[in-house]
């Protein structure tokens, strides 16, 4: 009897995502400092865990203290020890949905401004996915594998399927930004890039360096 058919959902890893075999998967782990991963019996549920935090299906286990009880929140929190502070932070915010958009990349320790892009009318999503694109384009052009943190799964998976799933409508207002987001996603479709792009645990972590600081 066959085994029963396992998708594997990488949530850190050279190129985070599902995969439908082990062998996949473990491309992505193998060497990778502080990989998280884990296989599920469905793709619906690897989707659903990877679209998550995945604190809720990997337990952190940490040694307590006397007289320290147990707690379903400290054994799956996310220790500040994971991050890598060698990488680079992206973010954006937008005044209004859609509004003025920007997105900016830091140093991920340092917190220095690398990039920083303005345009008049935008979403957030897009500015996530820009960002994201953009820090790709300029370590591809230095030759550098720096990781990046972004803390918007929805920008992750954009990036991953190389198309920005947006629903801005297209106008003379928004035409340079959409022609800038088909300039992105042919740089997706004729590049190939070995950064990983990490997510950024809010809860765990605190805001992401390069937040804007407008909540």
């Given at each position: ?35 998280k ?17 995945f ?25 500040q020890s994971?991050?890598?502070?060698d ?9 209004g ?33 820009l960002?994201i ?15 990046i ?8 998976l ?35 890039y ?7 645990e ?8 390069a937040?804007?600081?407008r909540?």
């Open positions: 009897m066959a085994d029963k058919k396992k998708y594997y959902v990488v949530w850190q890893g050279v190129n985070p995502g599902v995969y439908d075999s082990w062998l996949k998967a473990q491309a992505q782990i193998k060497g990778y400092p502080a990989a991963y884990k296989s599920f019996g469905t793709k619906e549920e690897a989707e659903a865990a990877y679209a998550g935090n604190a809720q299906h990997i337990q952190f286990k940490s040694p307590l203290k006397p007289g320290q009880s147990s707690s379903l929140k400290s054994a799956t929190r996310i220790p994971a991050i890598i502070w990488s680079i932070s992206v973010d954006a915010a937008c005044s949905n859609p509004g003025v958009l920007e997105y900016q990349g830091v140093d991920t320790k340092t917190k220095t401004p690398i990039f920083h892009q303005k345009h008049p009318l935008g979403t957030n999503n897009i500015g996530e996915f960002a694109v953009h820090a790709l384009a300029m370590f591809h052009r230095e030759g550098k594998d720096t990781p943190y972004t803390d918007s799964r929805n920008a992750m954009w990036v991953k399927k190389k198309e920005c799933k947006t629903k801005l409508v297209r106008n003379a207002k928004t035409e340079n930004l959409h022609q800038i987001i088909a300039r992105a996603e042919n740089w997706l479709k004729t590049h190939t070995k950064n990983p792009i990490l997510k950024w809010t809860e765990d972590w605190g805001e992401i360096p937040d804007f600081g909540k």
